[in-house]
């Protein structure tokens, strides 16, 4: 707070509660959108080659392709929540594209079920774990597709680039001088 001296007395001049405090558009996007655009990258890599990472050792592959149907379905809920997170921000022109998305991945977690299958070898008893290439490459691709094509309406909205390329010199001094 800042006090300041008017008429001879001191009067508490206390910041806007609905310009500074409550504004969370910069944690939002970064949080909500940002996050979920780079787990996105993340969770297509593991679905494709069972790690983020080349030099994670991987022992089997069974292991491989159950940190692979859990990738997919990670890479499809985290879709959801990004299409959710930006769809009040959308433009008007992008409501019915982002509506198409979220209705392309409702179809693709109605058959994730059978991305994979498990059998028991019978003599050791040890489950393995088998994906369908076929199918599960049939969903990755729809998957793919949406999280590329996201990207235009969430920067349509502003929520990725600025508008405009304007810059407020006083604004950026302003903040600077205020320690923002």
């Known amino acids: 707070m800042a006090k300041k001296e008017v008429g001879g007395g001191d009067v508490d001049q206390t910041l806007s509660l609905g310009s500074q405090a409550w504004n969370v558009a910069d944690g939002y996007t970064k949080i909500k959108i940002l996050r979920h655009l780079v787990l996105l990258d993340r969770y297509e890599n593991i679905a494709l080659y069972g790690s983020d990472e080349m030099e994670e050792f991987i022992p089997d592959e069974s292991y491989k392709s159950k940190k692979r149907e859990d990738a997919i379905r ?6 959801r929540q990004l299409l959710g997170n930006v769809r009040f921000a959308i433009k008007k022109e992008d409501t019915s594209k982002v509506n198409e998305y979220l209705e ?13 299958s498990a059998e028991e070898n019978m003599v050791t008893h040890e489950i393995v774990m088998t994906i369908n290439e076929e199918h599960f490459g049939m969903c990755m691709d ?7 094509e996201i990207n235009f309406p969430i920067n349509n909205a502003g929520l990725i680039f600025r508008g405009s390329d304007e810059v407020d010199l006083d604004k950026i001094t302003n903040e600077i001088i205020e320690g923002g």
């Open 142 to 148: 729809i998957l793919r597709s949406i999280k590329d």
């Open 104 to 116: 392309r991945v409702s179809l693709v977690e109605g058959v994730l079920d059978v991305v994979s």
């Open 74 to 79: 990670r890479f499809s809920s985290t879709l």
